[in-house]
């Protein structure tokens, strides 16, 4: 048997904001958390530790639209990155809910989803890009940047609606087609 204290302890993870809610909207906070730590003692935890709140990325790329938006938005990249991650997030919420209530509509909508993603994805990644290059109009290396920054804006992102579409269409035509014309 192992003599040190440690090696059979029991260590838990304290998620604040989900954890206990003292003030009662809705969000854990510190007195909630130590209100409940007689629970956590009666459990057998010998250690909690508070786990980081990091942002998600809904939040980071929302934060990078309207740092964007505040600066001029040079590129045009925030104005079309907006509908698009609000497409994104309305596919997201629309899978989740009638994924679970058809599988169906998950495997249908999976391609569609993925390339929503990609675009999502690489539209913040141009949002970046177009604020490091922002100011340095002069540099042929950052006017390209900021070139390549729109036409992606302006040729790519609108697709988006398309592929939320694509998904919100959901599997039922699909699986209208008999399994033997496969």
């Known amino acids: 048997m192992n003599t040190e204290w440690w090696a059979d302890a029991v260590y838990y993870e304290v998620y604040p904001r989900s954890f206990a809610d003292a003030s009662g909207d809705g969000v854990g906070d510190l007195p909630g958390i130590t209100a409940r730590l007689p629970y956590l003692a009666d459990l057998g935890v010998v250690a909690a530790r508070r786990v980081l709140q990091v942002p998600s990325e809904r939040e980071l790329v929302g934060r990078d639209i309207a740092d964007a938006k505040a600066a001029g938005d040079p590129a045009g990249v925030a104005g079309s ?28 909508g999976a391609y569609a989803y993925m390339d929503l993603m990609g ?22 290396f950052y006017e390209s940047k900021l070139t390549l920054a729109r036409f992606f804006a302006t040729r790519e992102l609108p697709m988006t609606s398309a592929l939320r579409k694509k998904i919100e269409a959901g599997a039922d035509m699909l699986m209208k087609v008999p399994a033997e014309a496969f």
């Open 81 to 108: 990155l907006e509908p698009a991650l609000a497409d994104l997030q309305a596919a997201t919420m629309w899978l989740a809910q009638n994924g679970m209530a058809n599988p169906d509509n998950a495997g249908a």
């Open 119 to 140: 675009l999502v994805s690489l539209g913040w990644m141009w949002l970046k890009i177009a604020a490091a290059a922002d100011g340095h109009s002069t540099n042929g």
